[in-house]
């Protein structure tokens, strides 16, 4: 394998960060910082700011972005897992450092529905939920920190079962619609008994993605009233235009729009979500590995379609993959901000972008280069493999 698989990370002692050219907080409401510098201290920011203003001593990695972009990693609200950096859906390895070279630095899991022979008795399907929670906690490919055990649900579960899983540590259901429940009453129950316990909840949207899974639409979403909205875009299948209206302006839950969906229906939920003033509510995810394969470029496809197509900012666009899911989703990662994982993704545009500027390379549809990775204050990819060469890519210049 070419690729490194790190387990559970390491941590730096101090990371100087600078000659930053355009810092992105990820904070939809203050999407740009001005700011040249950031630093971090094992493995967490703390200090975002002009270089004279920081203390710069006794670092042991020192990083000169060169004037590009430096954004918080990027976060894939909606993948399907297996185990370590394996897929048997498209039979592929090493998908998730294909990832991690397309910005992503943190997923969370939609539920392991791909892993061969995936129990669905109720025992059997805690006992999947706790595991994957356990390994992918206890091993992070190529650092990317995968947040899995995620349960589908079926029907027969009982509240009881629902505290078990919490108090083992599960913290995530996969989405709602995928097993045998698939009536709002129900799925309401259950979406309930979750939240009692601290648990997250997903639905599935629109038609079935792949022979076994079954339509779910508006008024089964509305009574399930899960956390997410999981791939309101279809999956790929959409719900007419109405229902995806009827949605976003029915409820306030998140808005999930995926890349394995309808292109037509993003852009459809993105104007109405934009018309209420709620872009807060959109975040982004791939649902990969799926049926379309494995998109490692997949949240960077998205930001682009919506900036290039869709006519949302570009810095805006960003919050969608950062700021808006690590608030939706509860992760201390998703913003420049002091007291945040140090997580970061350092973009630039891509040689012979038409654009003048990252932003405006982004705005026209392009996608940006990635330049280098940081995962808990670690440098974890350099120049990326998979996008398009970044004008200006970063250089550590002491330390490694
Ligand atoms: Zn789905």
């Known amino acids: 394998m070419a690729h490194e698989a790190a387990a559970t990370s390491g941590t730096a002692d101090k990371l100087v960060i600078r000659n930053i050219g355009l810092l992105l907080s990820g904070d939809i409401h203050t999407p740009i910082l001005d700011a040249d510098t950031v630093v971090a201290t094992g493995g967490r920011i703390t200090f975002v700011g002009r270089r004279a203003d920081a203390d710069l001593e006794n670092a042991q990695c020192v990083i000169d972005a060169k004037g590009c972009a430096l954004a918080p990693g990027l976060i894939d609200s909606h993948v399907h897992p297996v185990a370590g950096d394996w897929t048997p859906r498209q039979n592929q390895l090493g998908w998730i450092d294909s990832c991690l070279h397309g910005g992503v630095t943190t997923m969370i899991s939609a539920g392991e529905v791909h892993m061969p022979g995936r129990p669905k008795d109720i025992v059997g399907l805690k006992a999947f939920a706790i595991t994957a929670q356990r390994i992918f906690n206890g091993f992070r490919p190529s650092g990317v920190k995968v947040h899995a055990g995620a349960p589908v649900i079926e029907q027969g579960m009982v509240e009881e079962d629902f505290k078990d899983l919490a108090a083992a540590g599960v913290r995530l259901l996969g989405e709602v619609g995928l097993g045998s429940v698939k009536d709002g009453r129900t799925a309401r129950e259950m979406v309930a008994w979750a939240r009692k316990y601290g648990i997250q909840s997903t639905i599935h949207t629109g038609g079935p993605s792949i022979p076994g899974s ?187």
């Open 214 to 400: 079954g339509l779910i639409d508006k008024d089964v979403i509305l009574a399930a009233d899960a956390d997410i909205i999981g791939h309101i875009n279809g999956g790929h299948t959409a719900l007419p235009d109405a229902q995806i209206t009827c949605l976003c302006e029915s409820c306030g839950r998140g808005l999930e729009l995926v890349h394995n969906g309808n292109e037509r229906a993003a852009l459809h939920t993105l104007r109405v979500a934009g018309g209420l003033g709620q872009l807060e509510r959109i975040i982004l995810g791939t649902d990969a590995p799926a049926g379309s394969g494995v998109q490692p470029l997949g949240i960077l496809r998205m930001i682009a379609l919506l900036a290039g197509v869709g006519g949302v900012a570009p810095e805006i666009a960003f919050c969608f993959a950062t700021g808006n899911t690590a608030r939706m989703r509860e992760l201390d990662c998703g913003l420049i901000e002091v007291g945040r994982s140090a997580d970061f993704v350092f973009m630039d545009k891509a040689q012979q972008s038409a654009g003048g500027n990252l932003l405006e390379s982004v705005a026209l549809g392009d996608l940006p280069g990635v330049g280098m990775t940081v995962i808990d204050g670690v440098v974890r990819s350099h120049r990326s493999r998979n996008t398009p060469p970044a004008s200006v890519v970063p250089e550590i210049t002491h330390g490694n």
